[in-house]
């Protein structure tokens, strides 16, 4: 895991020793020879420098460093306080060592006897202590808590360094000189997480995340493959593989798209970011198409599995997934990848290529990368071969994308910053239905583009004002050509543009006896577009408003902890946010931190959420009725003369949930490296928008009876008489004649509840024949209740066709050393039942492995240009297992689950990563 670093170093008395920053080059006092700050780019201006070398000169006297040895070799080094040991082996091994002071406070190392490599000397010392740490590309090591409740992949992300002035103009020849000088230390300048508006704010929300090095030993090709191998994903709903078969429910593809569905509650009730901002939907404006997002230029991937509209605002009811793109980089990097189907014709192409400059008190970086797959025909599989020829199982998809990113500081406590992407992508798809026959060549394009424009600057003691100015827009347009008949049609273009303007005020209220108060405070104003460039009957646009607060209160901290644990912290945040075209709503939510002992933290969070109604759905210009006589058994002529609806609604209001998490995290001191986390969710989720699905059984189904209206307004009945869709199926009737009206427009009615764990085990340990790492981490549904009307009694969709099954797992076995490498990795999805027909039908369970080997050079292989060269094979699903037979799909005979499962069959990959 990653901790984000920026570098600042500011002048505070009452900061002094707040940080502890050991280059690993500094000798004995009186010795010029020090190493750089590991800031935002590894750079240290002279007259920070010299505040530093002075600072450590009056910081490291009396500790004792052991002295240099060789590889396979142990050092010797008295028992001493933690802090004194990670400066020793700082200037043992000429690193530097980042790290709070407060975090190894009355903490002492765990061992005398330490190895040689640096990575072995430091899990030892840190065993037991709660702590960790990581190396960015510069090799400075960051130390943190791996104990925080928020995360449970095990990093705090509290720090972020910045470089700053201190004083030149101190004597650097005298000891009293020396000592007012060291008062210019490193503060932290604590970064925004995902969940939290606060800089340095802890949620006790859980959040997994996931940097680089993780996703690479995946050894996936795209940001939807990474998104589909977590448990908590379902891969229902929109994706790639499930494009032309979804079902109405789950929404229109228009292009090809893959979203996210957490929880499996809609690709619509996950809220997408890139770096904490908002992208604009695609398609019919129903998802954030993940797919755009390439994934050379992703620094890490960060999940909240909560409830989070009282930071976000809508959408974010199953959870917020936060794309955090590489920003501090010196130097370039490229990236080559072929990978091919052991069966069938399906090749994967990819080329990345990273740019990226840094200086004292900036930073630049541009990102490009080209993607390129084959189809993949239904032929090429032996459970598909049923599908009418031809049918595509994966469409061919064609992809080019730039991202670009600036900052410069500026002033004494500001930073400008800027960043733009564009992307395009092109799809095609062959498709043939074996009920008309009728083979479809589908082309989609999608173009998507925008950036944000801002800056930060710190007023008071330690507060800090941000204001951003963000847009995003997104264009799908296509065609499609029958082959049976020669016909070719456009396919409807929709767009989407999202603009934004935040203001956001943060800092400390003040200290208390468990440290500092924080809050966050500010709004936001959204300016969001839908319309289609060919019909100017759709183009829709809201104003939404938003007004917003957070406050972090330690009650216990590292101060006073005692009878009241080590740690107990309250977070409390909510958002208010008014909609031009609906109404408002106000969204509280309040999370607590237990730290009773340490190694064992307790958390839980409580809060309301909702989603706002899609400009799609509230779109009423293609709304249709049609007048025909339905069975009635409770009238004397046995039928009713009605008029059935089906269409959109401009008066729908969002859909609303309730969330609450409780859970905890176990880091034993007694087993260093082991780590246990678990969460139980429970999550209510009303007012949902969706439509009855009454037609010839309205008046014989009882269920039906709160969508009849047995006096219909004659105003609407003329209205969709009018409308160019409707239609008239008597002979001598007409709409203002109707008896009855039976709403199937859209409605908030439907509701869905689910409840289950969350869980991840994590063991980490050294040996004579390498490091080791290996996790285990699942999601277990307990129940997933839907109801599609108020007055339905809730049916447990459960492990049913088309819905999330009880259990998910991911394990990762990983092993290191001198360079090499491999990962193991073993995804399962659980068996479920096939309910479509009166006889059900079991669906087996579902098992693969991935094999990621690879090799980094580091300084080896020069003579011939291959230093910093990483080079991996990389097998996705090694034993090439066919997904579980189901009969059927769609009218595609396609035979398997794209909801869970996938078709791409073994796939053999090289990769070579080159750093220049």
């Known amino acids: 895991m ?70 396979g070799q142990t050092i010797s080094m008295e028992r001493q306080p933690l802090g004194e040991a990670l400066q020793a082996l700082a200037r043992d091994h000429g690193v530097n060592i980042i790290y709070d002071a407060g975090i190894v406070a009355n903490k002492t190392a765990s061992t005398a006897d330490l190895p040689a490599s640096l990575e072995q000397a430091l899990h030892q010392i840190l065993a037991g202590s709660g702590l960790g740490f990581r190396r960015d590309e510069k090799g400075n090591v960051y130390v943190f808590p791996v104990t925080g409740p928020h995360d449970p992949a095990g990093d705090d992300e509290r720090s972020s360094l910045k470089q700053m002035d201190s004083d030149p103009e101190k004597s650097l020849g005298k000891r009293q000189g020396l000592a007012e000088e060291a008062e210019a230390v490193l503060e932290f300048e604590e970064i925004v997480v995902t969940g939290s508006n606060i800089r340095g704010g802890r949620s006790a929300s859980p959040v997994f995340k996931y940097d680089r090095e993780d996703i690479d030993r995946l050894g996936v090709s795209s940001v939807p493959q990474f998104i589909q191998q977590l448990p908590q994903n379902f891969g229902g709903g929109i994706a790639e593989n499930t494009s032309g078969l979804v079902t109405a429910e789950d929404g229109i593809n228009i292009n090809e798209g893959t979203g996210i569905n957490l929880r499996g509650l809609g690709n619509d009730a996950t809220l997408v970011l890139i770096d904490g901002r908002r992208l604009a939907p695609v398609g019919m404006g129903n998802f954030v198409d993940i ?46 990848r072929y990978g091919t189907a052991t069966d069938g014709d399906l090749d994967e192409f990819q080329v990345g290529q990273v740019f ?34 031809p ?233 249709a009725g049609y007048l025909l006589y339905l069975p009635n058994p409770a009238v004397p002529s046995g039928a009713t003369l009605a008029v059935l609806t089906r269409g959109n609604n401009s008066r729908l209001q969002p859909e609303t949930a309730t969330s609450w998490t409780a859970g905890f995290d176990y880091t034993p001191a007694e087993v260093p490296g082991l780590s246990l986390k678990v969460t139980y969710f429970n999550i209510s989720f009303n007012n949902r928008i969706t439509a009855a699905k009454a037609y010839l059984d309205s008046f014989t189904n009882p269920r039906w009876a709160s969508v009849i209206d047995y006096s219909p307004d004659p105003a609407y009945l003329e209205y969709l008489a009018g409308q160019p869709r409707s239609g008239n199926f008597t002979s001598s009737s007409e709409f203002t004649d109707a008896e009855a009206l039976v709403d199937g ?75 090499l490498s491999a990962n193991l990795s073993v995804n399962y999805t659980d068996g479920y039942t096939d309910r479509r027909s009166e006889t059900e039908v079991p669906v087996k369970s579902w098992t693969t492995f991935d094999l990621n080997i690879g090799y980094e050079t580091g300084d080896k292989l020069s003579a011939v240009g291959l230093q910093n060269t990483a080079f991996s094979l990389i097998v996705l699903n090694l034993f090439n297992q066919d997904p579980p037979y189901v009969t059927g799909n769609f009218g595609y005979n396609i035979n398997y689950d794209p909801a869970n499962a996938s078709p791409m069959g073994r796939v053999i990959s090289l990769q070579l990563t080159k750093k220049w």
């Open 2 to 71: 990653r901790t984000e670093t920026k570098g600042n170093i500011r002048r505070n008395k009452n900061q002094l020793g707040k940080l502890g920053f050991w280059p690993g080059k500094y000798r004995e006092p009186g010795v010029k020879e020090f190493g750089a700050v590991a800031g935002r780019n590894g750079r240290l201006s002279l007259r920070a420098a010299t505040a530093l070398a002075l600072l450590m000169t009056v910081g490291v006297t009396g500790v004792n460093a052991p002295a240099r040895a060789d590889e």
């Open 291 to 336: 797919s755009m997002i390439p994934l050379t230029a992703i620094d890490r991937v960060e999940v909240l599995t909560d409830g989070a509209s009282a930071i976000y605002g809508s959408d974010a009811v199953g959870g917020v997934v936060n794309f955090k793109l590489r920003k501090d980089f010196d130097g370039a990097e490229t990236r080559l």
């Open 356 to 389: 990226g400059s840094a200086w004292e008190t900036g930073h630049a970086l541009a990102s490009y990368e080209y993607y390129k797959r084959d189809h993949l025909d239904a032929n090429d599989r032996d459970y598909s071969v049923e599908a009418s020829d």
């Open 391 to 623: 049918t595509d199982l994966l469409p061919r998809q064609k992809r080019q994308s730039i991202f670009l990113n600036f900052g410069q500081e500026v002033a004494d406590r500001g930073e400008i910053f800027a960043d733009g992407y564009y992307t395009i992508r092109e799809s095609t798809r062959l498709g043939t239905n074996t009920v008309t026959l009728n083979t479809e060549v589908i082309d989609r394009n999608t173009e998507q583009y925008g950036g944000s424009l801002g800056g930060r600057f710190g007023f008071l003691r330690d507060w800090q004002l941000e204001l951003v100015g963000t847009i995003s827009e997104s264009q799908a347009y296509g065609g499609y050509l029958n082959e049976n008949t020669r016909i070719y049609r456009d396919l409807t273009g929709r767009n989407s543009r999202t603009m934004t303007v935040d203001a956001k005020a943060d800092g400390s209220l003040g200290t208390i006896p468990g440290g500092s108060v924080r809050m966050a405070v500010g709004g936001q104003f959204r300016h969001e577009n839908f319309w289609d460039p060919e019909d100017e009957a759709v183009d829709e646009a809201r104003d939404v408003k938003a007004l917003f607060g957070e406050v972090f209160v330690p009650f216990v901290g590292e101060e006073n902890s005692g009878a009241f644990g080590r740690r107990l912290e309250l977070t409390l945040a909510a958002r208010y946010e008014d909609y031009s075209d609906f109404g408002n709503t106000l969204d509280p939510k309040v999370g607590l931190l237990w730290q009773p002992v340490e190694g064992v933290a307790l958390r839980g969070t409580f809060g309301t959420s909702f989603r706002a109604p899609l400009f799609s759905e509230l779109d009423e210009s293609s709304n």
């Open 745 to 819: 427009n859209l409605r908030n009615m439907a509701s869905i509840k689910t409840s289950g764990l969350d869980f991840q085990i994590a063991y980490a340990f050294d040996t004579g024949i390498g490091n080791f790492n290996w996790s285990l981490s699942g999601s277990w549904l307990l129940d997933f209740e839907e109801k599609l009307l108020e007055t339905d009694e809730p049916v447990d969709q459960l492990d049913n066709y088309n819905y999330p099954v009880d259990l998910r797992l991911k394990s990762i076995l990983s092993w290191a050393k001198d360079g």
